[in-house]
């Protein structure tokens, strides 16, 4: 087997990746956690490839958070449980759905196989989550 060369064993000193930008269309609540949520991960974490889950999943969470407060606002409409009952079962099982396929889940997140135990929290780590709950 050949040998690498220097030059291919050069690591570029800027390896950072673009973040997946919302398409100009998308506006309102599921524009803001359309951003949020590409913010709270890491560069790489989503491709272009996963833009339409990534909107169905925005677009079905601000749904699911409309169709709770109205539930909450009324939850009996003439003696029956709201209309809203249905939309916020339905986008509850879509958002729970696209949350594994984009990894967005701590499920998903979790490594299927851990090779190592967690290390045991430290002395300085305990201190400050006592200190934290004061």
């Given at each position: 087997m050949p040998r690498k060369?220097?030059?291919?064993?050069?690591?570029?000193?800027?390896?950072?990746?673009?973040?997946?930008?919302?398409p100009a269309n998308l506006e309102g609540p599921e524009r803001e956690l359309f951003v949020a949520l590409v913010a709270a991960n890491p560069p790489g974490h989503f491709k272009e490839s996963d833009l339409p889950l990534l909107l169905q999943y925005c677009t079905a969470t601000v749904l699911n958070e409309q169709a709770a407060a109205e539930i909450r606002a009324a939850p009996i409409v003439k003696d029956r449980p709201s209309p809203w009952l249905g939309?916020?079962?339905?986008?509850?099982?879509?958002?729970?759905?696209?949350?594994?396929?984009?990894?967005?889940?701590?499920?998903?997140?979790?490594?299927?196989?851990?090779?190592?135990?967690?290390?045991?929290?430290?002395?300085?780590?305990k201190m400050s989550l006592l200190d934290a709950e004061d």
């Open positions: 060369s220097a030059a291919a064993k050069i690591i570029p000193l800027d390896s950072r990746t673009e973040r997946l930008r919302p939309i916020y079962e339905k986008t509850g099982r879509a958002v729970i759905a696209l949350s594994m396929r984009l990894r967005l889940s701590p499920q998903s997140r979790m490594a299927n196989n851990p090779s190592r135990p967690q290390p045991p929290l430290s002395a300085y780590e």
